[in-house]
């Protein structure tokens, strides 16, 4: 379930910012405004989904997927392919997200 509400999480975060970005950017319609709020209001509830007992520490490790999802977008959805360098760094992201999620807390 986690790992779904992180990946849920990255698309509606970065389809909300993306819709501002064409707003300001690329000259389309105020009216991409409307469901680009939605969807990072989708984003804010997704992580609310997370087991976790700590907020921080759920954003942190959300961090590294946010990462390699907007690496995702760069090449699915604006059709610039990441290099090597982009891959290297989304591979050490998401190495720092499973040592915050899943390294041993004590009690």
């Known amino acids: 379930m986690t790992a779904l509400a992180y990946i849920a999480a990255a698309l509606a975060e970065i389809a909300g910012c ?33 087991d976790a007992d700590h907020a921080g520490r759920t954003y942190a490790a959300y961090g590294g997927v946010y990462i390699a999802a907007a690496l995702l977008w760069l090449w699915a959805v604006e059709g610039a392919k990441p290099d090597r360098w982009d891959l290297i760094g989304a591979a050490v992201c998401l190495g720092g997200a499973a040592i915050i999620l899943f390294g041993p807390r004590g009690s």
């Open 18 to 50: 993306f819709a501002f970005w064409a707003w300001l950017r690329l000259d389309k319609s105020v009216w991409w405004l409307a469901p680009g709020m939605a969807s990072l209001a989708l984003f804010a509830y997704l992580l609310t989904l997370v």
